[in-house]
C-alpha cells in the first residue's frame, strides 16, 4: 500500500498471497547466493516505492512488509515477496530493547560445501556439526562435531529437526532456530552412529 511513483501513501494494489516460498528444497537463492527464508510469495504488483509498505490481508490486517519481486521481464509484473509480520515484531521488539538484533545460536560452526558431500555420502539429510564452541549450548548439551582419523572425515552430530521441524540444510536450520528468542530451550532431533535421539539445548545469542 504505497503509492509506487511518490512517497504519498495513497495507493493500494492487490493480489493473491500464497504462503511461504518453497523450491523442491525449500530455499530461495538470491542473486549474493544466500539462502533467503521465512518470506511470504504474493502476485500483488511491487514497483518502486513500494518496499516498505504493507502487505494486507482481505480483512485489511497487516501480515508483512513488502520486500522484493522477482520479474523476468524487468517489469512490475512477476512474484512479490514480503516480510512476515511475526519476524518484523521479533526484530524490532529485539532493535527497540538492545539496540540490535540479537540471533539465536547453538554455538556450532557448519558449512554448506562440506554438508552437502557429506550428506550425499552417508545419505543423510540434515546438518553436520563441524566443531563445537566450547562453553557454547552444544556443549552443554553434549553434542559433537566432525573429527579426522587416519585422514579421513570422522562425522559428528547431524541436526535432523528442531522443534519437531525438519532441518535438511544449513539455511533451514538458520531458519528454525529464528522461530525462537535468545534463551528459549529447543529440542533437536539428532542422528548420531547411525541412531536417532533428541535432545535439549538453550539458544544464546549470536557472535
Known amino acids: 500500500m504505497r503509492d509506487p511513483w511518490t512517497r504519498n501513501v ?13 523450491d523442491e528444497r525449500g530455499d530461495i537463492i538470491g542473486d549474493d547466493g544466500h539462502t533467503i527464508e521465512h518470506l511470504i510469495q504474493t502476485d500483488a504488483a511491487i514497483n518502486p516505492g513500494n518496499s516498505g509498505g504493507p502487505l494486507l490481508d482481505s480483512a485489511g490486517r497487516v501480515i508483512g512488509m ?15 515477496f514480503a ?3 511475526d519476524t518484523i515484531n521479533r526484530v524490532v521488539t529485539a532493535l527497540i530493547e538492545h539496540g540490535k538484533y540479537r540471533w539465536p545460536s547453538l554455538g556450532i560452526e557448519t558449512g ?5 558431500a557429506l550428506s550425499e555420502r552417508l545419505g543423510i539429510e540434515g546438518v553436520f556439526v563441524l566443531k563445537v564452541d566450547p562453553g557454547g549450548p552444544a556443549a552443554h548439551t553434549g553434542l559433537h562435531g566432525v573429527r579426522i ?12 529437526s528442531v522443534g519437531g521441524k525438519p532441518v ?23 542422528v548420531r552412529d547411525g541412531k536417532r535421539m533428541e535432545v535439549e539445548a538453550t539458544l544464546a545469542a549470536g557472535r
Open 10 to 22: 495513497r495507493s493500494i494494489q492487490r493480489g493473491t498471497g500464497s504462503g511461504f516460498v518453497r
Open 66 to 80: 513488502d520486500a522484493a519481486i522477482y520479474s523476468p521481464s524487468g517489469a512490475s509484473a512477476g512474484i512479490g
Open 83 to 85: 516480510v512476515p509480520i
Open 112 to 116: 554448506d560445501d562440506i554438508n552437502d
Open 149 to 160: 582419523e587416519r585422514g579421513y572425515i570422522v562425522p559428528g552430530d547431524v541436526i535432523v
Open 168 to 190: 535438511t540444510s544449513v539455511a533451514r536450520l538458520e531458519a528454525r532456530l529464528d522461530d525462537f528468542r535468545v534463551g528459549e530451550r529447543v529440542r533437536l532431533g539428532i
